[in-house]
């Protein structure tokens, strides 16, 4: 009997420290958490990253301290790890796509090809980078629909990203008749390029004859704008041009076709 109350009072000793480990270990992960989503804690990463780390901290931290429980408790470590082990080898077979993601996650916060507040366009879909998940990406595309896309399909295709270079450029077909001067044409684009406010003055409007067509000569405006003013641009430029080319008397042909009866 004596060998019993010892024994209860052994282990009701370490069961007693093993909870106060847990109830001080939380009581300082929940502390430590405050601090660092804090404004101005971590400052110097991006809010994708940051909330990353953040979640990868507090899993760690949780796992260390109930680990320290265990053992205080009197739990065999090495049991604990061969069953996390076991376990972690059946969870990893059970969500490979899971993982997949988590390390495309990981592989978008280092690597950096698209950051929070960018537009890209990946595959069949393009939108404003909203986040870079654990799992998942979110776009928000400009009629404000919410895309989210799993982070290993973007690592695995091919990423077009409008923002990075802070300009874009944007190239304008116009189709004239045959019977149009060219030198007017040139003239026409030239003073419609000098009206509009969006356009970079480095590197300076082209103005080419690319391509004697079917039906028409095509003639090819290059001008360069920052990013965000692309499609501002973009309108200004495709309707003061049909205005300026009515207004020159050059004229805009419908495709046409020759037909010879014999």
Request: with cysteine; aromatic share 10%.
């Amino acid at each position: 009997m004596d060998d019993i109350i010892n024994i209860l009072k052994t282990s009701g000793v370490n069961l007693l420290y093993g909870l106060l480990i847990l109830v001080v270990g939380f009581f300082l992960i929940h502390y430590v958490m405050k601090f660092l989503n804090r404004k101005g804690s971590l400052i110097k990463l991006e809010p994708t990253v940051k909330g990353f780390l953040i979640n990868l901290i507090r899993l760690v931290l949780y796992i260390v301290v109930i680990l320290t429980a265990a053992g205080r408790i009197g739990i065999p470590l090495t049991s604990i790890i061969t069953l996390v082990a076991s376990a972690g080898v059946a969870i990893s077979l059970a969500m490979q796509g899971a993982l997949s993601n988590l390390v495309g996650g990981l592989t978008l916060l280092i690597l950096k090809p698209i950051k929070a507040g960018e537009y890209i366009k990946v595959g069949d879909y393009e939108g404003t980078v909203s986040i870079v998940g654990s799992f998942y990406t979110e776009l928000v595309t400009p009629d404000l629909k919410r895309i989210s896309l799993p982070n290993s399909s973007l690592t695995d295709t091919a990423i077009i990203n409008y923002t990075r270079e802070g300009k874009r450029r944007l190239d304008l077909t116009y189709s004239v008749s045959y019977h149009s001067d060219i030198d007017t044409v040139y003239r026409t684009l030239q003073d419609l390029s000098a009206r509009c406010e969006y356009l970079l003055p480095d590197p300076a409007p082209e103005f080419h004859l690319n391509q004697c067509a079917d039906s028409a000569l095509e003639f090819v405006l290059r001008v360069w704008m920052k990013s965000e003013d692309y499609w501002k641009g973009y309108y200004f430029l495709m309707e003061e041009g049909k205005r300026a080319l009515d207004k020159a008397g050059i004229e805009i042909p419908f495709p046409q076709m020759d037909v010879h009866i014999k």
